[in-house]
Every structure is written in structure tokens, then in C-alpha cells.
T-cell receptor, first 113, second 112 residues
């Protein structure tokens, strides 16, 4: 079945450093790749997304890249701040043959002040 | 506030019982998704509805069922509950497929 692998499961960085989270998807029909941030005890919230016709997208300190050939996509956070500490989920979605959004297992990011 | 309402917030029940979780999607959203999140785990996709029809199914147990009503609200029914069903159940909605999901605050189910 469809699967999204996410690495690393835990990431600890110093404030001001960059953080990179990588995901790989298996369903070649996936064409929409959102990223969600879940703070402790709260609901997941969308932080950035990318569609399959785009290779890169940036929003301030957050960027996402997509390599369709390799079925890889990555989240890049620059100049990390303590408030970036949370669990980050990648997801892969398609709109044909069954509209599933499958999530990766999550990455717990710790930003040390 | 995401605009997605889930009730109840907390539910404590015993093994073998049946419960119903309710979700009202964001105004204008036709798709409703249900996810299960166990302690410190990821988001397991259960099922998705679009405008009243089931569109996709994930790892949903036979003891679980769901439906979306004409007013677009959705219910997730969990029966013959087991200790392992204890989790946070999220409902999310979206305008259409391949658009951002808006999550509710979840229902925390504890089975004792």
C-alpha cells in the first residue's frame, strides 16, 4: 500500500542553526505534499505545501523541495528558534483513484536556546 | 481556530463499550477525514468522505465505522472497544482533494 517514510524521527539543533527533515513516498500518483506542525497537546497545522509541478517553494524561514523522480521531498527550516520546537509531519496526497492523504511518522524537533 | 469542531473533547469508557465521535467540518468544506493518533505516534489515516460518500479507506478496523450526513457533519463509531483503542482521534476537513487539511482539536478516548 501507500507509504511515506520520514527521517529523522528526532532532531536536536542549536538555536540559529538549520534543520532538515526528509520524506520519501511510494505512490507515484501522489501530487500534493503538505507539511504540518504539531505543538504539544495541539492539533496539526499546515506550515507549507508543494505541488508536483513545482520543485521548490519558500516562505520566510521555511522551504520545501521536491524531487519527483526520486520520490523525495524535504523541509528546510533556517535560523531555527525555540518556538520551532514541535513535531513535524510530512504527507503525500493524490486526487485520483481514491483521495488519500498519508502522513509520515513525524519528526520531533528540539531547538536548544 | 480551524473552524472544525469535534465533540466530545474527552471520553472515558470501558472495554467492550461503543462510542460515537462527532465532527463538524469547516464551512464550505466537503471532505472530512478521520485520523487516529496514539501516544507519541503518527497520524494513522482511517477514512475519508466527500459530500456524503466514502472516498478512501485506510487502516480502519471492522469494529469502527463512519458516515457523513447530508449537512456534512461526520460521525465515527467505535464498538467493542479495547484498551489499544485509547488514542486521540482527529477529524480534518478540506475544500477538495489535494488541498490543505484543517484539523479539529481532537477527541481523546481513554478505554479502561
Amino acid at each position: 500500500g501507500e507509504n511515506v517514510e520520514q527521517h529523522p524521527s528526532t532532531l536536536s539543533v542549536q538555536e540559529g542553526d538549520s534543520a532538515v527533515i526528509k520524506c520519501t513516498y511510494s505512490d507515484s500518483a501522489s501530487n500534493y505534499f503538505p507539511w504540518y506542525k504539531q505543538e504539544l497537546g495541539k492539533r496539526p497545522q499546515l506550515i507549507i505545501d508543494i505541488r508536483s509541478n513545482v520543485g521548490e517553494k519558500k516562505d520566510q524561514r521555511i522551504a520545501v523541495t521536491l524531487n519527483k523522480t526520486a520520490k523525495h521531498f524535504s523541509l528546510h527550516i533556517t535560523e531555527t528558534q525555540p518556538e520551532d520546537s514541535a513535531v513535524y509531519f510530512c504527507a503525500a496526497s493524490r486526487n485520483t483513484g481514491g483521495f488519500k492523504t498519508i502522513f509520515g511518522a513525524g519528526t520531533r524537533l528540539f531547538v536548544k536556546a | 481556530d480551524s473552524g472544525v469542531t469535534q465533540t466530545p473533547k474527552h471520553l472515558i469508557t470501558a472495554t467492550g463499550q461503543r462510542v460515537t465521535l462527532r465532527c463538524s467540518p469547516r464551512s464550505g468544506d466537503l471532505s472530512v477525514y478521520w485520523y487516529q493518533q496514539s501516544l507519541d505516534q503518527g497520524l494513522q489515516f482511517l477514512i475519508q468522505y466527500y459530500n456524503g460518500e466514502e472516498r478512501a479507506k485506510g487502516n480502519i478496523l471492522e469494529r469502527f465505522s463512519a458516515q457523513q450526513f447530508p449537512d456534512l457533519h461526520s460521525e465515527l463509531n467505535l464498538s467493542s472497544l479495547e484498551l489499544g483503542d485509547s488514542a486521540l482521534y482527529f477529524c480534518a476537513s478540506s475544500v477538495e482533494a489535494n488541498s490543505p487539511l484543517h484539523f479539529g482539536n481532537g477527541t481523546r478516548l481513554t478505554v479502561t
